[in-house]
């Protein structure tokens, strides 16, 4: 069974930094690219970023609200995917999900998700 | 890259059918054969209901089917049940080699 996990999320003040980790366990880690889409509360959801398979280069992409600040990175020894988020705002107060595509070499087709972690920025 | 435009909100009697529209561009919907859709229950994490325009993952309804027509795809429900009262969200790849979410489109079942 495939199974995501997201913990770190918290309060955190405007301007500081924050560690988010997903968990993946069920599947065969290092065969798929891993997703993040945030949701602010009473909001829709909105796509963060990616990273690719190691297969693909690991290379990352990001929404243009967090390029610069959003990092994604991951550990396919310990099947874990990082958004590591600097100089964090207001704005990005947001429950974070983590997701992973429909089968491997896919794209955008987000069959998994976790449970999200709420992520708070206030002062 | 700006969100798709959905509309705020449909509704349906049980048993009709309806249709969710979701427009982009030629950068995103009109470019790519990339749209897919979600539905969101209050609390719950979304679910993937459509991808590629049209395909039905493994344990989606067919009542469920998706299409599209230069920059607008749709989703189209039929035979309406209580239980497709949700959210409901459309996204697509962009040129820009990211994705894109629509504003979102909640279905009422009166």
């Known amino acids: 069974e495939v199974q995501l996990v997201e913990s770190g999320g918290g309060l955190v003040q405007p301007g500081r930094s924050l560690r988010l980790s997903c968990t993946a366990s069920?599947?065969?880690?290092?065969?798929?690219?891993m997703s993040w889409v945030r949701q602010a509360p009473g909001k829709g959801l909105e796509w963060v970023g990616f990273?690719?398979?190691?297969?693909?280069?690991?290379?990352?992409e990001y929404a243009a609200s967090v390029k610069g600040r959003f990092t994604i990175s991951r550990d396919d020894s310990k099947t874990i995917a990082y958004l590591q988020m600097n100089s964090l705002k207001t704005e990005d107060t947001a429950v974070y999900y983590c997701?992973?595509?429909?089968?491997?070499?896919?794209?955008?087709?987000?069959?998994?998700w976790g449970q999200g972690t709420l992520v708070t920025v206030s002062s | 890259q700006s969100a798709l435009t959905q509309p705020a909100s449909v509704s349906g009697s049980p048993g009709q059918s309806i249709t969710i529209s979701c427009t982009g561009t030629?950068?995103?919907?009109?470019?790519?054969?990339?749209v897919s859709w979600y539905q969101q229950h209050p609390g719950k994490a979304p679910k993937l209901m459509i991808y590629?325009?049209?395909n039905r993952p493994s344990g989606v309804s067919a009542r469920f089917s998706g299409s599209k027509s230069g920059n607008t795809a749709s989703l189209t429900i039929s035979g309406l049940q209580a239980e497709d009262e949700a959210d409901y969200y459309c996204?697509?790849?962009?040129?820009?080699?990211?994705?894109?979410f629509g504003g979102g489109t909640k279905l009422t079942v009166l």
């Open positions: 996204s697509s790849y962009t040129t820009s080699s990211t994705w894109v």
């Open positions: 990273i690719r398979s190691k297969a693909y280069g690991e290379t990352t």
């Open positions: 069920g599947f065969t880690f290092g065969d798929y690219a």
């Open positions: 997701t992973r595509d429909r089968a491997p070499r896919e794209l955008g087709t987000y069959a998994f």
């Open positions: 590629d325009v049209s």
């Open positions: 030629s950068s995103d919907v009109g470019g790519y054969n990339y």
